[in-house]
């Protein structure tokens, strides 16, 4: 997905697979994972007391039907017969049947005929094993000839039995992986909105501008989501609008006063050599530096333009050795720039001061000018401790230091580097303190007619 969202009349692009690293989420962290799991246990549950359930209940009536099939039987046998020899009574086949008399076998079935005349080995027994079959046996008396035994295999009950334990325990293997897979699947798919909207807000850059989310088709719970998150990211981009118009108001306000204050410090340090004056003098061109960094944050990136001039690198060395004094110019500065020279100046000003602060009055700052055809680069060295390591790239944020300054300097100085299509990195050097690299393109690349102009 790719294009641009609006908000507030401004528009913020979307790039293709960008952030989408970071919109994903390892497989225990995802919402989709553990719905689909909460469904599959739940499905679990359900198949496991169902099942059961419905195959106690199988089980029972297939038990009632054999129960009333050997009843049945027993009681056929019983009317049927008529002689002291059971082989004159028609028996179905399938089943055994023995004539019981004075705790002796008188009759037997022919798969019986073992147990012929002798004592009855099955006394008081339902459950019995003949021939290794699982036999179930019911009595009835026969008048004048004693006891009826009956029995049936019961090896089609234990069959079912176990057919259905099988059925069961594959069934509790099987359904939750399905259940797992499919709601997975279809958790995919539900969730895709959010999943699209999660990567389009990771992309939204917060400094130029905060972009509502494009909604679903479809009104659900994602669309209301979504919908709540949007009038909130309009009332933030409501907020930092008031916010950057008063930023911008309150320095308009003191700009007047500190060019005043700048210009009268300027012509009485050059009156007289109180270093009480000259110190002022400094701390007033700090000052009027911070406005203009404060009015660099209030403006933002989206609402300033260059004004491209192709100037000496001498000239820019000789407003930097003005603004902050002290400083030792290394490297070819023989050289031509196509720049902004007021942006310029105010990005690798602020790289010089911040240097100088962290060196100390004793300390030492050097900026080395390289030139190619294709890049030119500034090397800003100074001999103070280094950068902090816990605050890494978080240095070129706004408002954060490691220095005791306003934290504003170097994040204008990246913003306006990266106006120029450039870059500005920084580390710490091991036998040194801090090392900061601003990159703009070299001349060669910008004599297209089209690239240069008044802003």
Same mark, same amino acid.
């Given at each position: 997905? =790719?294009?641009?969202? *609006?908000?507030?009349?401004?528009?913020?692009?979307?790039?293709?697979?960008?952030?989408?690293?970071?919109?994903?989420?390892?497989?225990?962290?995802?919402?989709?994972?553990?719905?689909?799991?909460?469904?599959?246990?739940?499905?679990?549950?359900?198949?496991?007391?169902?099942?059961?359930?419905?195959?106690?209940?199988?089980?029972?009536?297939?038990?009632?039907?054999?129960?009333?099939?050997?009843?049945?039987?027993?009681?056929?046998?019983?009317?049927?017969?008529?002689?002291?020899?059971?082989?004159?009574?028609?028996?179905?086949?399938?089943?055994?049947?023995?004539?019981?008399?004075?705790?002796? +076998?008188?009759?037997?079935?022919?798969?019986?005929?073992?147990?012929?005349?002798?004592?009855?080995?099955?006394?008081?027994?339902?459950?019995?094993?003949?021939?290794?079959?699982?036999?179930?046996?019911?009595?009835?008396?026969?008048?004048?000839?004693?006891?009826?035994? +009956?029995?049936?295999?019961?090896?089609?009950?234990?069959?079912?039995?176990? =057919?259905? =334990?099988?059925?069961?325990?594959?069934?509790?293997? +099987?359904?939750?992986? &399905?259940? &797992?897979?499919?709601?997975?699947?279809?958790?995919?798919?539900?969730?895709?909105?959010?999943?699209?909207?999660?990567?389009?807000?990771? *992309?939204?850059?917060?400094?130029?501008?905060?972009?509502?989310?494009?909604?679903?088709?479809?009104?659900?719970?994602?669309?209301?989501?979504?919908?709540?998150?949007?009038?909130?990211?309009?009332?933030?981009?409501?907020?930092?609008?008031?916010?950057?118009?008063?930023?911008?108001?309150?320095?308009?306000?003191?700009?007047?006063?500190?060019?005043?204050?700048?210009? =009268?410090?300027?012509?009485?340090?050059?009156?007289?050599? #109180? /270093?009480?004056?000259?110190?002022?003098?400094?701390?007033?061109?700090?000052?009027?530096?911070?406005?203009?960094?404060?009015?660099?944050?209030?403006?933002?990136?989206?609402?300033?333009?260059?004004?491209?001039?192709?100037? /000496?690198?001498?000239?820019?060395?000789?407003?930097?050795?003005?603004?902050? /004094?002290?400083?030792?110019?290394?490297?070819?500065?023989?050289?031509?720039?196509?720049?902004?020279?007021?942006?310029?100046?105010?990005?690798?000003?602020?790289?010089?001061?911040?240097?100088?602060?962290?060196?100390?009055?004793?300390?030492?700052?050097?900026?080395?000018?390289?030139?190619?055809?294709?890049?030119?680069?500034?090397?800003?060295?100074?001999?103070?401790?280094?950068? /902090?390591?816990?605050?890494?790239?978080?240095?070129?944020?706004?408002?954060?230091?490691?220095?005791?300054?306003?934290?504003?300097?170097?994040?204008?100085?990246?913003?306006?580097?990266?106006?120029?299509?450039?870059?500005?990195?920084?580390?710490?050097?091991?036998?040194?303190?801090?090392?900061?690299?601003?990159?703009?393109?070299?001349?060669?690349?910008?004599?297209?007619? #089209?690239?240069?102009?008044?802003?």
């Amino acid at each position: 997905m =790719s294009g641009v969202v *609006q908000v507030a009349g401004r528009g913020v692009p979307i790039t293709p697979g960008a952030g989408l690293h970071t919109a994903r989420v390892a497989w225990r962290h995802s919402l989709r994972f553990r719905l689909a799991l909460v469904y599959t246990l739940v499905a679990l549950a359900l198949i496991s007391v169902i099942g059961l359930g419905v195959i106690t209940l199988l089980l029972r009536q297939m038990d009632a039907q054999f129960d009333a099939r050997l009843n049945e039987r027993a009681d056929t046998l019983a009317e049927a017969y008529v002689g002291p020899r059971l082989g004159k009574v028609s028996v179905p086949a399938g089943g055994y049947t023995m004539l019981i008399k004075d705790d002796r +076998v008188t009759v037997a079935s022919l798969s019986l005929l073992d147990y012929d005349k002798s004592p009855f080995p099955f006394e008081g027994q339902r459950e019995v094993n003949i021939q290794n079959t699982p036999v179930r046996a019911v009595t009835r008396k026969v008048e004048g000839f004693g006891t009826l035994w +009956v029995g049936l295999p019961t090896d089609a009950l234990v069959d079912a039995r176990a =057919s259905a =334990s099988r059925a069961l325990a594959l069934a509790l293997l +099987v359904t939750p992986v &399905l259940m &797992l897979l499919i709601g997975l699947w279809v958790g995919r798919r539900a969730l895709n909105g959010l999943g699209r909207a999660a990567a389009l807000a990771d *992309q939204i850059d917060p400094t130029h501008s905060v972009a509502t989310l494009p909604l679903p088709a479809r009104e659900d719970e994602v669309h209301r989501l979504l919908t709540a998150i949007n009038r909130l990211l309009v009332r933030i981009d409501a907020g930092q609008a008031r916010e950057k118009q008063l930023l911008g108001q309150i320095v308009h306000e003191l700009g007047a006063p500190l060019t005043v204050l700048r210009a =009268s410090l300027a012509r009485a340090s050059e009156r007289t050599a #109180d /270093p009480e004056v000259q110190r002022a003098a400094l701390v007033a061109d700090e000052l009027t530096f911070t406005t203009q960094d404060l009015m660099q944050l209030a403006r933002g990136q989206l609402e300033l333009k260059l004004a491209w001039h192709f100037i /000496p690198s001498r000239t820019l060395q000789g407003r930097l050795d003005r603004l902050v /004094p002290g400083t030792v110019f290394d490297g070819d500065w023989t050289g031509s720039l196509l720049c902004d020279p007021d942006r310029l100046t105010q990005a690798i000003r602020n790289l010089l001061a911040n240097g100088r602060r962290a060196a100390g009055p004793d300390g030492r700052v050097v900026i080395t000018l390289t030139e190619t055809p294709e890049v030119i680069t500034f090397r800003v060295c100074d001999t103070g401790p280094g950068l /902090p390591a816990e605050l890494g790239d978080r240095i070129f944020e706004p408002f954060v230091s490691g220095s005791g300054s306003s934290g504003l300097g170097l994040s204008v100085s990246r913003q306006i580097a990266v106006m120029h299509g450039g870059t500005l990195t920084a580390s710490t050097q091991p036998t040194s303190g801090a090392e900061f690299v601003l990159t703009i393109p070299g001349a060669a690349l910008g004599d297209d007619e #089209d690239e240069v102009g008044e802003g």
